[in-house]
């Protein structure tokens, strides 16, 4: 076995710091991203009700979409802030040569991104019979 060179050390040390800022960028875009759709969601109930008023029909007025978008947001600001705390300590098992996949967290929001995207289209459904 022939010993590592430091300057091999140092690249691939470089090589997984960027790669884990590539990671942590990759999350805040998803986080800004849920947060955006969150606004849309949420603005999607006067729309809706705007339509209707249009056609001069009756909505019920349940702030069912303004939930829904409140809900997306604060998901999409809860990943951003772990995805800087998982930056961090991805960052520190770098330096340390300790590092370990993050399993729990991956799962977590994976979870919580297709819990909210059932609950998207239970409302779509439901808001659709009115129409």
């Known amino acids: 076995m022939t010993p590592t060179s430091p300057t091999k050390a140092i690249c691939d040390t470089t090589t997984n710091h960027l790669a884990n800022e590539r990671t942590f960028l990759a999350w805040i875009r998803t986080s ?18 705007e339509f209707f008023l249009v056609q ?7 702030n069912t979409s303004l939930s829904i978008g409140v809900g997306f947001m604060v998901v999409g600001i809860v990943m ?13 098992r770098i330096e340390t040569n300790q590092f370990k996949p993050a399993n729990l967290i991956t799962i977590l929001l994976g979870a919580f991104a297709a819990l909210f995207g059932i609950t998207l289209v239970i409302y779509l459904i439901l808001t659709a019979q009115n129409l």
Request: zero cysteines.
């Open 56 to 62: 001069n029909r009756a909505i019920k007025d349940s």
């Open 32 to 49: 800004i991203s849920i947060i955006v759709f969150g606004f849309v969601v949420s603005r999607f109930g006067i729309a809706l009700k």
């Open 80 to 92: 951003a802030l772990i995805s800087l705390v998982q930056y961090h300590i991805t960052r520190h």
